[in-house]
């Protein structure tokens, strides 16, 4: 990974390794300092990242404790809201309410393409007033025949294809019929565009040891496959073929010592899932519907591996690494099939066409980095009695800081903010009278200035959560969690878990936002150092 995001600002000669002790605390102390005060009817909760509360007092200051130096004078930014005297980064005073009526219904607008009956703002008025057109992401260069397309890859999924989904590009590998798994790769140009590039063909496999001489290919598959109808006709996931190829290999085990290669067959299932229950029958053996092959029970290879990490094995990829797709290799898609929203370049390509580029720190290409957009943000919270819960409790203030690798000063510093706070230094603060307002504003901004890294300081098991409920709270989790780069994909929260033998067992949440990384600076703190302490105070004291 690059040097972290909250080491900033990033000078361009930056070592991608983290250099923690020595690092730039602006970060740490933008995300303190924030909102130098919030006068309230009621008191402030501002959540300290362990957990513990800091509150102020009736009309106060809330302050952490951190003694830096003052946040470095503001960058210019673009266009104010219009007709609006006071630049933003100086306003204390929210918008009138018709201004922020239209402001939040034109953002949802530009968000989802909703047609409503009563006039609102232009939409890129309205977006450029939260994030200038020139804070935007490089459109990148018309394709041309003889265009390749190099980018940084920084993240990889797969989804499942099926037939009511439509007919998939032509002259593309895979299966005829029957669902298919597509995997994606996100990434980044050394410009700056974005990419998603879907990859087809790529089939899920497992080893085991050949069987007996009487049993052919066509034979096991044959077995295989009735044993599988079997075992998924009561999970409804039924498939016209659940093995779709043998093959037989020579490979060694390293299991034991073995002195020579032995023939094995690589079994290729049609979907990822498959792979699971294909394990558990070649394991158990026996008899087969609609099969005369009394198959015996082996123990399978390599059957526990997850469908993108078989692929990246296989193409020599490493995590940030860089993906050739030569001329000729892929397939621009069409409007009427993008999955992306507003990715520059959206390609179709064959998964033995693209090309992986070394990873060798040596070489230029391979110790480069793209000029990656990083999002380091922070929320806080007012809540009635204890820890905030995202069932009651409020969201009153957002802070973002969105930098871009290897250039020295913030591209934006933003607050939005529920009503009204002091001018804060060197930001462009915004006001909401509504939650629901600020919150969707919130979603504009991160969708608008496209992201490839989302950081933060105990963000996913605080921030992210919190947001992604309180949004079902208000009943915009609709809109609100559609934060990724996948046009109609939602943001959702899942539980983790990490385990060794140094730290124990830690339980997590994981939030998956497609296309972008989620990098938390506590689980980086608790990973890699041992402290007394890991709350925000004490890990900026040490």
Same mark, same amino acid.
């Given at each position: 990974?690059?040097?972290?995001?909250f080491?900033?600002?990033?000078?361009?000669?930056?070592?991608?390794?983290?250099?923690?002790?020595?690092?730039?605390?602006?970060?740490?102390?933008f995300?303190?300092?924030?909102?130098?005060?919030?006068?309230?009817?009621?008191?402030?909760?501002?959540?300290?990242?362990?957990?513990?509360?800091?509150?102020?007092?009736?009309?106060?200051?809330?302050?952490?404790?951190?003694?830096?130096?003052?946040?470095?004078?503001?960058?210019s930014?673009?266009?104010?809201i219009?007709?609006?005297?006071?630049?933003?980064?100086?306003?204390?005073?929210p918008?009138?309410?018709?201004?922020?009526?239209?402001?939040?219904?034109?953002?949802?607008?530009?968000?989802?393409?909703?047609?409503?009956?009563h006039?609102?703002?232009?939409?890129?008025?309205?977006?450029?007033?939260?994030?200038?057109?020139?804070?935007?992401?490089?459109?990148?260069?018309?394709?041309?025949?003889?265009?390749?397309?190099?980018?940084?890859?920084?993240?990889?999924?797969?989804?499942?294809?099926?037939?009511?989904?439509?007919?998939g590009?032509?002259?593309?590998?895979?299966?005829?019929?029957?669902?298919?798994?597509?995997?994606?790769?996100?990434?980044?140009?050394?410009?700056?565009?974005?990419?998603?590039?879907?990859?087809?063909?790529?089939?899920?496999?497992?080893?085991?040891?050949?069987?007996?001489?009487?049993?052919?290919?066509?034979?096991?598959?044959?077995?295989?496959?009735?044993?599988?109808?079997?075992?998924?006709?009561?999970?409804?996931?039924?498939?016209?073929?659940?093995?779709?190829?043998?093959?037989?290999?020579?490979?060694?085990?390293?299991?034991?010592?073995?002195?020579?290669?032995?023939?094995?067959?690589?079994?290729?299932?049609?979907?990822?899932?498959?792979?699971?229950?294909?394990?558990?029958?070649?394991?158990?053996?026996?008899?087969?519907?609609?099969?005369?092959?009394?198959?015996?029970?082996?123990?399978?290879?390599?059957?526990?591996?997850?469908?993108?990490?078989?692929?990246?094995?296989?193409?020599?990829?490493?995590?940030m690494?860089?993906?050739?797709?030569?001329?000729?290799?892929?397939?621009?898609?069409?409007?009427?099939?993008?999955?992306?929203?507003?990715?520059?370049?959206?390609?179709?390509?064959?998964?033995? #066409? @693209?090309?992986?580029?070394? %990873?060798?720190?040596?070489?230029?290409?391979? =110790? /480069?980095? *793209?000029?990656?957009?990083?999002? &380091?943000?922070?929320?806080?919270?007012?809540?009635?009695?204890?820890?905030?819960?995202?069932?009651?409790d409020?969201?009153?203030?957002?802070?973002?800081?969105?930098?871009v690798?290897?250039?020295?000063?913030?591209?934006?510093?933003?607050?939005?903010?529920?009503?009204?706070?002091?001018?804060?230094?060197?930001?462009?603060?915004?006001?909401?009278?509504?939650?629901?307002?600020?919150?969707?504003?919130?979603?504009?901004?991160?969708?608008?200035?496209?992201?490839?890294?989302?950081?933060?300081?105990?963000?996913?098991?605080?921030?992210?959560?919190?947001?992604?409920?309180?949004?079902?709270?208000?009943?915009?989790?609709?809109?609100?969690?559609?934060?990724? #780069? @996948?046009?109609?994909?939602? %943001?959702?929260?899942?539980?983790?878990?990490? =385990? /060794?033998? *140094?730290?124990?067992?830690?339980? &997590?949440?994981?939030?998956?936002?497609?296309?972008?990384?989620?990098?938390?600076?506590?689980?980086?703190?608790?990973?890699?150092?041992?402290?007394?302490a890991?709350?925000l105070?004490?890990?900026?004291?040490?």
């Open positions: 990974l690059p040097s972290p995001p080491c900033l600002p990033i000078s361009p000669s930056a070592s991608p390794f983290p250099t923690y002790p020595s690092c730039d605390l602006s970060y740490l102390h995300l303190c300092v924030m909102s130098d005060s919030v006068p309230s009817p009621q008191k402030i909760v501002s959540k300290d990242k362990r957990g513990a509360d800091d509150v102020a007092a009736h009309g106060g200051k809330r302050r952490r404790k951190l003694d830096l130096s003052p946040t470095p004078a503001p960058s930014l673009s266009t104010a219009a007709n609006s005297a006071t630049p933003p980064s100086q306003s204390s005073q918008f009138s309410a018709s201004q922020q009526s239209s402001f939040a219904e034109a953002m949802i607008n530009d968000e989802l393409n909703v047609s409503e009956s006039t609102t703002t232009s939409s890129s008025a309205v977006v450029e007033s939260i994030v200038p057109v020139q804070h935007s992401r490089p459109t990148g260069e018309p394709l041309t025949a003889s265009s390749s397309i190099l980018f940084q890859q920084i993240d990889i999924d797969y989804h499942v294809v099926r037939e009511r989904d439509g007919p590009p032509t002259g593309m590998p895979g299966l005829a019929v029957g669902p298919r798994a597509v995997l994606r790769l996100y990434g980044v140009t050394d410009s700056g565009a974005t990419v998603l590039a879907s990859v087809h063909g790529f089939v899920p496999y497992f080893y085991i040891p050949r069987p007996a001489a009487s049993i052919t290919p066509d034979a096991f598959m044959g077995w295989l496959d009735g044993r599988m109808r079997a075992r998924t006709r009561a999970q409804a996931q039924l498939a016209p073929r659940y093995c779709v190829r043998v093959e037989e290999v020579q490979r060694k085990s390293i299991l034991g010592y073995v002195p020579e290669k032995s023939a094995y067959w690589r079994v290729y299932m049609s979907l990822p899932a498959h792979v699971a229950g294909a394990r558990a029958e070649c394991s158990a053996g026996g008899a087969s519907p609609g099969s005369s092959v009394h198959f015996v029970g082996c123990n399978t290879l390599e059957s526990d591996m997850p469908f993108v990490l078989r692929f990246m094995i296989d193409k020599g990829i490493v995590g690494s860089w993906i050739n797709l030569p001329p000729g290799s892929f397939q621009v898609v069409p409007d009427s099939r993008r999955q992306s929203r507003g990715a520059a370049y959206e390609v179709d390509v064959a998964h033995d #066409r @693209l090309e992986a580029l070394s %990873a060798d720190t040596t070489s230029e290409r391979g =110790s /480069s980095l *793209a000029p990656l957009r990083i999002l &380091s943000f922070d929320i806080e919270c007012m809540s009635s009695k204890g820890f905030p819960s995202a069932e009651r409020a969201v009153i203030q957002i802070a973002s800081v969105v930098s690798l290897g250039k020295p000063t913030p591209l934006v510093k933003q607050v939005l903010t529920l009503n009204t706070c002091a001018p804060i230094a060197g930001a462009d603060v915004r006001s909401f009278r509504t939650e629901r307002e600020l919150m969707l504003a919130f979603q504009a901004f991160v969708r608008t200035v496209d992201p490839d890294i989302l950081t933060g300081y105990n963000i996913c098991n605080f921030d992210l959560p919190y947001l992604i409920d309180r949004a079902t709270a208000l009943k915009i989790d609709d809109r609100f969690n559609l934060l990724g #780069r @996948l046009d109609r994909s939602r %943001a959702r929260v899942k539980d983790a878990k990490f =385990s /060794s033998k *140094a730290y124990g067992t830690r339980e &997590s949440k994981e939030t998956v936002i497609e296309g972008r990384v989620t990098l938390d600076v506590l689980q980086v703190m608790q990973r890699d150092y041992k402290l007394r890991y709350s105070n004490a890990v900026s004291d040490e």
